[in-house]
């Protein structure tokens, strides 16, 4: 079997809260609680859920635009957690990030030739290979080699997207982290860019993480999914079973809330009750189970629930006491 | 708590509403001659992508459009009452009580230094007269109308206490507090995670069941209309480009804008490999191209071999029952 290009274990990461007139530490928000993630190369794995669960934040950490609190990120066989500033570098060039606002993420007073040279200029690249380079990205994500001269005020949202794209692909990454690449743009667009992203795999052999809260944007694109509920990952598998067999109540309910573009479809739609708990208090137990539908008391508000692999299916991960764990007797939902 | 429709007819009855913004670049014709009628009781969605003008066309419905925008030409009748023609102060009269709004941001839209319940019952004292205690009395009773758990304690949570979701149910509440005949919905799930905002469709649909309350439904997402609406009107770059019957609209869309946009949006469970794309992007407003303006990403034209579509501009043409587009396509001479 093939080595995981990327092996996260164990990663926490907390953020402190503070409060009061003298801005004391009040207590920690844990973002990432504990992750267990492998990537393999040349697949895309997409990473959702809602606000606030830690999927950017897990991104980030995994790029070390976070240090985060304990575990380890394993790329390539060395834990980039242990790197000092010089040795990051290595890493920096071959692991890039493409940001969900096309409009903050450049430099106003740059021009887009040199917003997406400048990795390149730090990596020691000359001038005129620089530009052969910007000139190849630019026609990679489907822009002219003239619109390296252009300042990104001239460029419409689906374009700076692109010019977002081009900038990561320009040091030749092996992988790249897509926080919510589409989610500011408009439906027509962001197919393009959804295809766009698509044909780069397939083409440049790229391995991605993609992030975001639509499920059904990261099922167009991503080979395997892991689903994020308040800084955990409760299922992770293939699209493809993660879509017809849902395990965990909360990727069931999370799949059945997203409204289907079809109005002859009638279904069966699991409404959770309440809002997301503050990750400042999380729920005892299993984190959900305040809001799960099949939640057996003195069970899932009691003990923490681990991943574990669902009977017969060993790719296939799900924490969830009643339906992976030891307590499936007393699941009443599923026959 | 609502009031009976006073007449048979429409509720709402848009003709001719040219909505123009007089920049210093140009004028820019936001909404350009928009047709449309909303029934009692009924769920009209009003789908486009940013810039086509389906948020001025409901500002302007409630006269809050705001320099340098003007409503240049056009009629607005609401039970047959035209609304352009009403003083600011009638007008007024008819915001909050006959007609309101919801926006997509509700913890922005509420006043932050009021509680949720003083703004509710704001709507009782400025438009039933009631004093403090009776109107408090009735924005309970609201509160627990729209769902909201432990609305006792919750009437007095000033905005920054409450969660998105907490705070869209009581901006729905705040606006059906009068019992309006119409709800206009400006995006108001577009800023919610997807399980809360299965939560707010629910909440529309029993307003609308419950109530008999009209609702302008303005989304840019189709899956939501597919879900809730009765009725579509597609617009776009200021016009209405297509209306039809919801299930019509997606079983059988007629305009090539409305297919090109429901063949590229990404649908939960339905594995494509590839989606479809509108090339190009919305035309700009201040210098819109002769003939249609969807002509220039149009490939349905290309395709045909139509010369008018770049010269002279369709109008809606009936295609089926109760069912407009404004297409060549679909006109008897359009050579």
């Excluded at chain 2, 035209?82 to 926006?103: A, H, Q, T, V, Y």
């Excluded at chain 2, 997402?221 to 609406?229: C, K, Q, R, S």
Aim: aromatic share 4%; net charge negative.
């Amino acid at each position: 079997m093939t080595e995981p290009l990327l092996s996260v274990r164990g990663l926490v990461k907390t953020y402190p809260v503070k409060g009061g007139a003298l801005q004391r530490i009040v207590g920690t928000v844990k973002a990432v609680d504990g992750v267990d993630l492998d990537v393999y190369p040349g697949e895309a794995v997409g990473l959702v859920g809602e606000s606030g669960c830690g999927k950017s934040t897990l991104g980030r950490a995994i790029l070390r635009l976070e240090e985060p609190d304990a575990g380890s990120v394993w790329y390539d066989g060395t834990d980039i957690l242990t790197l000092g500033a010089k040795e990051l570098k290595g890493y920096r060039r071959a692991a890039q990030v493409v940001f969900q606002d096309p409009f903050s993420s450049l430099d106003p007073r740059t021009t887009v030739g040199d917003s997406i040279s400048e990795g390149l200029r730090v990596h020691g690249i000359g001038a005129k290979e620089r530009a052969r380079r910007v000139a190849d990205v630019l026609e990679l994500v489907g822009l002219e080699p003239y619109h390296a001269k252009r300042y990104p005020h001239e460029f419409s949202g689906g374009q700076r997207q692109r010019i977002g794209i081009a900038r990561a692909l320009a040091v030749e990454p092996r992988f790249i982290v897509l926080d919510e690449p589409v989610s500011a743009l408009d439906v027509s667009i962001q197919s393009q860019i959804l295809n766009l992203l698509k044909r780069l795999q397939n083409d440049l052999g790229l391995t991605l993480l993609f992030i975001a809260h639509d499920l059904s944007v990261v099922e167009h694109l991503c080979d395997r999914i892991a689903v994020m509920y308040l800084g955990k990952i409760v299922e992770v598998s293939s699209r493809d079973i993660l879509f017809d067999r849902p395990t965990h109540p909360y990727t069931e309910a999370l799949l059945s809330a997203i409204p289907i573009p079809d109005p002859t479809v009638t279904r069966e739609r699991i409404l959770l009750e309440g809002d997301l708990p503050s990750p400042l208090h999380p729920p005892s137990g299993c984190t959900f189970h305040t809001r799960c539908p099949i939640a057996v008391t003195g069970v899932c508000d009691t003990f923490s629930p681990e991943l574990r692999s669902v009977p017969g299916e060993p790719d296939h991960l799900a924490s969830c006491h009643l339906r992976t764990g030891e307590y499936t007797h007393l699941d009443r939902a599923t026959v | 708590m609502t009031q009976a429709t006073a007449n048979g007819g429409p509720v709402l009855e848009i003709r001719g509403l040219k909505t123009h913004f007089f920049t210093r670049d140009g004028v820019v014709k936001a909404v350009d001659g928009v047709d449309l009628t909303v029934e009692a009781g009924e769920i009209v969605g009003l789908v486009g992508e940013s810039g086509c003008g389906k948020s001025v066309t409901s500002m302007s419905v409630l006269r809050l459009v705001q320099d340098p925008g003007r409503i240049v030409d056009g009629s607005i009748r609401f039970q047959g009452t035209d609304l352009l023609g009403l003083s600011d102060k009638e007008i007024r009269n008819i915001r909050g009580d006959r007609i309101s709004m919801i926006f997509q941001q509700p913890i922005s839209s509420l006043n932050p230094v009021y509680t949720a319940g003083f703004q509710i019952a704001e709507v009782y004292r400025v438009h039933r007269n009631m004093k403090k205690g009776p109107a408090r009395d009735k924005a309970l009773e609201v509160l627990r109308e729209v769902g909201i758990p432990d609305p006792e304690r919750r009437i007095d949570a000033y905005p920054h206490e409450l969660s998105g979701g907490m705070a869209q149910r009581i901006m729905i509440a705040m606006a059906l507090a009068a019992g309006p005949e119409l709800l206009i919905a400006d995006e108001p799930t577009t800023a919610l995670d997807v399980t809360i905002q299965a939560q707010i469709i629910d909440l529309m649909r029993d307003v609308r069941e419950d109530l008999g309350t009209a609702i302008i439904l303005i989304t840019h997402d189709l899956g939501i209309v597919a879900e809730i609406a009765d009725r579509v009107a597609v617009m776009y770059a200021g016009e209405i480009v297509e209306e039809a019957d919801v299930e019509t609209l997606f079983t059988d869309p007629k305009h090539p804008y409305t297919r090109g946009l429901i063949g590229s949006i990404p649908v939960a469970g339905a594995r494509r490999e590839w989606l479809d794309v509108i090339p190009g992007r919305v035309p700009n407003l201040i210098d819109l191209p002769p003939g249609c303006r969807f002509a220039p990403r149009c490939r349905a034209r290309l395709e045909n071999d139509l010369t008018i579509c770049t010269e002279r501009e369709p109008a809606l043409l009936d295609v089926g029952e109760n069912h407009t587009a404004r297409c060549w396509l679909y006109s008897e001479g359009r050579r």
